[in-house]
Structure formats: structure tokens, C-alpha cells
């Protein structure tokens, strides 16, 4: 047999054709979505962390911080926002956590189904001036509900729209949103529960409230607290939909921010808005964190089942 020996050949080290480059050529589809991710996403929390830590003058200071931290009115309007938050998480969670175990306790590929999550699906993009407009248009002041009720009902709650424009008001508006959120993230946790650990309590003669007690509930808790903190982290930071209703700039945090970047009168404060919103970035970012260990925690369950 005769051996052809090529001079020019040799193992392939960092040229094209590499083994080097052939695994990391995998990687390049990330690339656009890291750049969008920096640009849009890393900058601008870089940016707030670095300005929160200078003064008006552009020197390096915790004035600011301190200053906010020590402000009453900054303290309302944080129990304010955790209030609001708190509140509408929970109802949202409650009322949208039943509402997906009816859905997955029904027929599952009947017309009621997609119907429900394809809704759901748009109602928790449902937010902004949008949802603020047709609150308005109906329990407004001069809403549809509300000239009905002055007419016809004047001594009903209906009558009187003042609610719709404090905080319980802010919540009822804050839950439309919550509520088909809470079914997009919890519907897929309760279609993973087993039938057959229903059918094995049963056998071994547990009643439904044995099973729930010691099978279902332990088994959906994780799911459904992190799901509360994301719902908790999607009221926390809202702001087109407040802002809409009302314009106090010291009723939530989102608010203040924005009155501070952009005050009619002259008294924009960048530092400020920078500072506030690196409070709120360490909360988020608490929340998240505990959203996350409780995600990874789920998805061990969802691997091993």
C-alpha cells in the first residue's frame, strides 16, 4: 500500500476548522442577545448603581442615600408600594392559583381551556394607560357604571368614584393584571401533579383531605410561593398604570422616580431618581433571589417525577 504524505497538513490548532472554533461557533446566535441584553438591561442598572453613589455636583457621595433613608416621606411611599404590592400578590395568587386548578381539574383540550389561557395570556399584558383608561371609562368619574349608579343607584358604593383613585382602588386595578398572571405561571405546576399519586392515596385509604394535606399541598407550596414573589415584583415596579390614576409623586416609588426625572417646575433631580431606584433594585433583586432558589427547587421535582 502506498502512504501519500501531504507536507502542508498538520493538526488543526486555532485556525479556521479548528476543533476550537467549531465548539464555539455554537455560541454565536447568543451574541445579538447579549448585546440587546447590556445595551438595554446592564447599562442602564450600571449606570443607576454608579449615579446613586454621587451628589448634584457629580462627586462621589452616599448623601443622597442617606438623605432618602432617612426621609418619612420616602418611608411612606416604600410601605406604600410593599403594601399595594403585598396585597395584590396575594390576592392575585389566591383567586388566579384557583382559578388554574379548575382549568387543569376540567378538560384540558376542550375549547374552555384555550379559551381561558389564550385570554389569560392577554389580560396579564393588560396594563399601562389601557387598563388605567378602562377602569376610568367605567367606575370614573364619569364612567358608564358610574352615571348609571348616580342615576339610578345614588346611594349605592357605585355611586361615589373617589375609591377608584386611592389605594383600594389601586389595588382592585393592580389585581386585573395579577390574576391571569398568577394562572399563565401556576397552570403548568398543577398539570404536573400525578394522577397517580391521587389514585395511591385513595388505595391506601386516604380521603381527599389527607391527600391534599400530605401530598398536594407540600408538593405545589414552592411553586405557588414563587409565584407570589413574581407576582409581588410585577406590582413592585409597576408604573404607567398608577401614573395614569393619579399623579402624586409621593404615593408609590415608581412615581417619585419619575417626578424626579421629569418635574414640570424645575425641580428634576437625577441623583435622586438614581438613588430611589437602587432601592429598588436591592429589593427586586432579595426577591428575585428567594424566586429563583424556589425555582430550582421545582425544577429538581419536575426532573425526577
Known sequence: MTRVKYSRTGPATGRTGSRYWRNKSDYLGVVPFLLFTGLFLLYPTLNV???????????????????????????????????????????????????????????????FYRFSVALSSVLALFGGIMLAFAFLATFGFNGLVTTFAIKYLPNTFFAEPSWLYEMNGMIVVYTFFQIPLMVLVFLPTIENLRAQWREA????????????????????????????????????????????????????????????????IGGANPTEAKALALYMIIVVMIVMTLYALLRRRVSKWEQTR
Open 49 to 111: 448603581v454608579t449615579g446613586a453613589f454621587r451628589n448634584e455636583k457629580n462627586e462621589l457621595s452616599t448623601e443622597m442615600l442617606f438623605q432618602l433613608f432617612h426621609s418619612d416621606i420616602t418611608r411612606r411611599t416604600f410601605m406604600n408600594t410593599v403594601e399595594i404590592s403585598v396585597k395584590t400578590a396575594l390576592i392575585g395568587a389566591i383567586l388566579g392559583g384557583l382559578f388554574a386548578w379548575a382549568l387543569a381539574t376540567g378538560k384540558t383540550s376542550g375549547l
Open 201 to 264: 392515596s385513595d388505595s391506601l385509604g386516604g380521603n381527599a383531605l389527607e391527600y391534599w394535606m400530605r401530598i398536594g399541598i407540600p408538593v405545589l407550596t414552592p411553586s405557588f410561593v414563587g409565584a407570589t414573589l413574581l407576582l409581588f415584583v410585577n406590582a413592585f415596579s409597576a408604573f404607567a398604570t398608577a401614573f395614569a390614576l393619579t399623579n402624586l409623586s409621593d404615593f408609590l416609588i415608581p412615581l417619585a422616580i419619575g417626578s424626579a426625572l421629569s418635574n414640570e
